[in-house]
């Protein structure tokens, strides 16, 4: 793999140490970059207390399988939007513990409506940051399937 290096720094911010330069920066890997995507499009936040799901693919397709070899932990969901029903769906599991947060980035500028999770009505939370709206709900990480209608699109004032 190729690292990728992040620098916090101007250049001409490093300082000499016995004819060896020391950068004052963050030098990151490819593995820095791929967590970085993992958590801003695919939205998956799992550290060793919990794990939370805030997917931004809107009306993009997209699969995840992680493993976490240090703690020994996976999460993996597929996810996919149709246009001509306006729902998204999403097929979910992890061996996370306990409960965790999964929040979904409505496309079109619409609403979240209907949550159902392996068939049965759920209760679905309306989350707006910015001009972003997701539809959230609390969950199990068993393998569930979940299906989410989406309303009319909000109308500008």
Not at 60 to 74: I, K, N, R, S
Not at 110 to 123: A, C, H, N, S
Request: hydrophobic share 30%; with cysteine.
């Amino acid at each position: 793999m190729v690292p990728v290096r992040f620098s916090r720094t101007r250049p001409g911010d490093e300082t000499k140490e016995e004819g060896k330069a020391q950068l004052k920066c963050y030098a990151g890997s490819a593995g820095a970059l791929a967590g970085v995507i993992f958590q801003g499009l695919y939205g998956v936040y799992l550290n060793d207390k919990d794990l939370n799901l805030k997917i931004r693919l809107r009306d993009q397709p997209g699969q995840v399988h992680l493993f976490e070899p240090a703690t020994g932990e996976y999460v993996s969901y597929q996810y996919s939007y149709l246009e001509g029903s306006r729902t998204l769906k999403l097929t979910y599991e992890s061996n996370a513990p306990g409960v965790g947060q999964v929040c979904l980035l409505v496309p079109g500028n619409r609403q979240p409506g209907e949550l159902r999770v392996d068939g049965e009505k759920k209760t679905l939370k309306r989350a707006v940051t910015g001009e972003d709206t997701y539809g959230c709900f609390v969950t199990d990480w068993k393998a569930h399937q979940l299906e989410l209608r989406i309303s009319d699109p909000v109308k500008q004032k």
